[in-house]
């Protein structure tokens, strides 16, 4: 389950269960998706196609990404 946080980005409402700073907040854009972090919302935000954020999601459903 996702939260609206300022600016319509978007964080996972895990990350408040988890009681962790380390968060990404992301926002639909015209051309594909930008993130951020949560702790800098006037930071630098990056930028992902569609077609990026799609692989990167199927790669972490798959396991892709973890340390173990």
């Given at each position: 389950m996702k939260t609206k946080t300022d600016q319509d980005f978007l964080k996972s409402s895990a990350s408040s269960l988890l009681n962790t700073t380390a968060c990404v907040e992301i926002k639909r854009a015209p051309n594909g998706i930008?993130?951020?972090?949560?702790k800098d919302k006037g930071g630098p935000t990056l930028s992902f196609t569609h077609s990026e954020w799609g692989a990167f999601l199927i790669g972490a459903k798959d396991?892709?990404?973890d340390l173990t």
């Open positions: 930008l993130v951020r972090d949560s396991g892709e990404f």
